[in-house]
């Protein structure tokens, strides 16, 4: 079953790939706030991700991480689809819930299995460790429900996670909001994968930290 996965992310990532290679590589660069210099007959784009920076050389098609950190090919496909969605179409300031991005309510479901449940039983009753991972990831604290944070996963694409801390009377509870931009600059399939990494990381940031204190 893992094989056959890792077939299909590597279709998949070949298809992006191919598709950057045959389009007006610059202008997409500039459509997605990437900072690029020319390489021989290629070039070296700079990736912001969340807390790190991508390093992308093309034509090998090769990436490093600014921490140091393995790029996994789930991240390498996200890369390139962002690139190769990017519209240049600017951030409205405004936030909507995924299920109110066109195409998605009946995904609501799937999003709150894969990326909310996550959070809500890590953080469902303790906002603080919530908070304090994401400061530790440079996230702007907002001022929505009982904690939230936003995070950039790419220059255009910021992420907004609220958390409702549970009680006698409530259980715990969690939403993710987005500009509604975000269709602009990722297929709708990608919009689950890359909030799940940014859960993922909110969840490793916290456990890393709790492990430093133990």
């Known amino acids: 079953m893992e094989l056959k996965r890792q077939k299909t992310y590597k ?3 070949d298809r992006a790939r191919q598709q950057l290679i045959g389009s007006a590589m610059e202008e997409k660069f500039f459509l997605a706030g990437l900072r690029h210099e020319p390489r021989g007959s290629g070039f070296e784009v700079h990736v912001p991700y969340f807390d790190e920076t991508i390093k992308l050389s093309i034509p ?3 990436f490093s991480s600014s921490r140091g950190a393995n790029v996994t090919l789930v991240a390498k496909i996200v890369i390139l689809h962002y690139i ?7 951030l409205s300031g405004e936030k909507v819930a995924y299920g109110d991005i066109p195409a998605c309510m009946h995904y609501d479901p799937v999003f709150e299995k894969r990326v909310l449940r996550p959070l809500i039983n890590a953080f469902g009753y303790d906002k603080y460790a919530f908070l304090e991972a994401g400061r530790d990831m440079g996230a702007k604290e907002e001022q929505f429900g009982d904690a939230s944070l936003t995070l950039f996963a790419f220059p ?7 958390v409702w801390e549970g009680d006698g009377e409530f259980p715990p509870s969690a939403k993710a909001l987005f500009d509604p931009s975000i269709t602009g600059y990722l297929p709708l399939e990608d919009i689950v994968v890359i909030s799940k990494l940014a859960a993922g990381r909110i969840l490793k940031t916290a456990m890393k930290k709790f492990s430093d204190e133990v």
């Open 11 to 13: 279709g998949v990532f």
């Open 60 to 62: 090998a098609f090769s």
């Open 84 to 90: 190769n969605t990017a519209s240049g179409i600017p």
């Open 156 to 162: 255009k694409i910021p992420i907004t996670f609220i």
